[in-house]
């Protein structure tokens, strides 16, 4: 997002990243769009995911305003480093990747939707960088809560490749994790764009379409 920062394009060994701190971020109360709390504790029922796709401004604008999304907020996932800063994870001596905590309503929208979201709204096979972003911290994630949304996950993963393998597109290089500690990001990253409506987004996706309907079993079904 800015220029200064430096481009990285690999990770690091653990013991080389940088110490951090034991103070968390300070971070707003509300979500600046919604007025519903971006931390937890979040109602009964609700679930989180976390997203990775490049620029985390943009990522976050995406699934606020998907219905059945109750809060969101952006972040630093995925690395070593605890408490990171903005700078310290532009610089690439964190592992982290900029990240979207959603918190969701399964009743609402469901994993798989919320996945087919994820694919189609970045290019997931272009490793440590998304655009003109480049860098480790721009690299495609999706960390999941739970053995239901690992398989959701992997189902719709398989499914994407076979529909970008059709149209001429490279392997998915996106990392499937269970979700790690998720680091909240500055208070002026928080819904940037809702505060700055006409701000930087430099997310795009390949074009094709994410078939959804996973079974209960995992197997794909038809869309």
């Known amino acids: 997002m800015f220029g200064f920062a430096k481009k990285s394009s690999q ?3 653990s013991e080389s990243t940088l110490s951090g701190r034991k103070e968390k971020m300070r971070i707003p ?16 029922g609700l679930e989180m995911v976390q997203f990775g796709m490049g620029c985390f401004w943009g990522a976050e604008r995406i699934f606020w305003k998907t219905p059945g999304v109750w809060t969101t907020a952006v ?25 979207v905590l959603v918190v969701f309503d399964p009743k609402v929208i469901s994993y798989e939707a919320l996945f087919k979201i994820f694919w189609e ?5 272009q490793g440590m960088r998304q655009g003109n972003d480049t ?7 999706l960390y999941t809560y739970g053995d239901e949304q690992m398989k959701a996950a992997l ?3 398989d499914a994407f490749q076979k529909a970008l393998d059709a149209k001429g597109h490279g392997k998915i290089t996106t990392e499937i994790e269970p979700a790690p500690e998720f680091f909240y990001a500055e ?3 928080q ?7 006409n701000g930087y987004c430099g997310l795009g996706g390949t074009g094709v379409t994410c078939p959804i309907g996973v079974s209960s079993s995992g197997v794909l079904a038809k869309a």
Request: proline share 12%.
């Open 11 to 13: 990770l690091l060994p």
């Open 29 to 44: 109360a509300k979500h600046f769009t919604n007025g519903r709390p971006i931390a937890a504790p979040f109602p009964e």
């Open 75 to 99: 972040g630093y996932s995925g690395g070593d480093t605890p408490n990171p800063t903005y700078e310290e994870t532009c610089s690439g001596r964190t592992n982290h990747t900029e990240a």
């Open 121 to 125: 709204s970045h290019d997931p096979t």
């Open 135 to 141: 860098g480790s911290q721009y690299r495609s994630v």
């Open 155 to 157: 189902a719709t993963r």
């Open 187 to 189: 208070d002026y990253h």
């Open 191 to 197: 819904q940037y764009l809702g505060k700055n409506p």
